[in-house]
């Protein structure tokens, strides 16, 4: 069941709020570091997509669980969202070292 809704949530995002979501909430990256890998001038860009990934998780999220919460459940139960995470990660990695 949390695996079907995170997925669900997940796929409501655009490619760079996940990644963001991703890289932030789970992977442990800074904002900074988010704005080196997606390529963006300032923090703020981040700060707004961070808040906009996190506004259209709200609306999906369930009342009794806040967006944190149901990503961690997920990536506690789901295969799928494991891969994601490792792959967005290593993306990321390799971006912020110049690979």
Known sequence: MIQQQLKHQLAILDKREREAIILFEVSGFSIEEIRRIQGDRS????????????????????PQRGIHQTIQAGAESSDDFESEVLSTTTKAVRKLNGA
């Open 43 to 62: 923090i703020s860009a981040v700060k707004s997509r961070l808040s906009r990934a996190r506004s259209r998780l709200k609306d999906q999220t369930a």
